[in-house]
T-cell receptor
Framework: NAGVTQTPKFQVLKTGQSMTLQCAQDMNHNSMYWYRQDPGMGLRLIYYSASEGTTDKGEVPNGYNVSRLNKREFSLRLESAAPSQTSVYFC???????????FGQGTRLTVV | AQTVTQSQPEMSVQEAETVTLSCTYDTSESDYYLFWYKQPPSRQMILVIRQEAYKQQNATENRFSVNFQKAAKSFSLKISDSQLGDAAMYFCAYRATNTGNQFYFGTGTSLTVIP
């Protein structure tokens, strides 16, 4: 039982490049999330998906797109990376019964 | 929108001593969950403890306990008999039960444990 798996763990991009962060969970959770973590700012929600086929914007969605490919997978895409998107990105999923969130290991993204 | 505030960016504690991390939150909901997550240098987010708002009894997990004051919207974490492995960033989080699916996080408290 792997839990929440994120790839890649590290990435360096040049300004203007695009990339997709992948996330998959094997716990049959309905809800999935993408957060970014910046020093002194905690975790801020980028997008979330309450169930397969639905996505909603969070606090900081600008510059990002998401796809809930199926119940297991929820990807985050940066179409044209900017230095302000340098951050650590976390994918998470949540179960309905206990409401707790399970997190992936994070992706450290640097945009130069 | 719900907000979660952690007013202590950094805290330190002597090994074997007790430390309390503060958290306040703002909500108009009556039914919700509160959490403390630990993030060690490995970056992994680990659930430390969870409290349901409808429960008056404070949650405990071994050396970790909370002081939940619903009327004051306060949710502090007490770590007893602190160990070197407790050194980490600690995040307080909130999630409403009936409205929305989002988790709201505080800005974190960095805990140092002094040998």
């Amino acid at each position: 039982n792997a839990g929440v798996t994120q790839t890649p763990k590290f990435q360096v991009l040049k300004t203007g490049q695009s990339m997709t962060l992948q996330c998959a969970q094997d716990m049959n959770h309905n809800s999935m999330y993408w957060y970014r973590q910046d020093p002194g700012m905690g975790l801020r929600l980028i997008y979330y998906s309450a169930s397969e086929g639905t996505t909603d914007k969070g606090e900081v969605p600008n510059g990002y797109n998401v796809s809930r490919l199926n119940k297991r997978e929820f990807s985050l895409r940066l179409e044209s990376a900017a230095p302000s998107q340098t951050s650590v990105y976390f994918c998470a999923s949540s179960e309905a019964s206990s409401f707790r969130a399970f997190f992936g290991q994070g992706t450290r993204l640097t945009v130069v | 929108a719900q907000t979660v505030t952690q007013s202590q960016p950094e805290m330190s504690v002597q090994e074997a001593e007790t430390v309390t991390l503060s958290c306040t939150y703002d909500t108009s909901e009556s039914d919700y969950y509160l959490f403390w997550y630990k993030q060690p240098p490995s970056r992994q987010m680990i659930l430390v403890i969870r409290q349901e708002a409808y429960k008056q009894q404070n949650a405990t997990e071994n050396r970790f306990s909370v002081n939940f004051q619903k009327a004051a919207k306060s949710f502090s974490l007490k770590i007893s008999d602190s160990q070197l492995g407790d050194a980490a960033m600690y995040f307080c989080a909130y999630r409403a039960t009936n409205t929305g699916n989002q988790f709201y996080f505080g800005t974190g408290t960095s805990l140092t444990v002094i040998p």
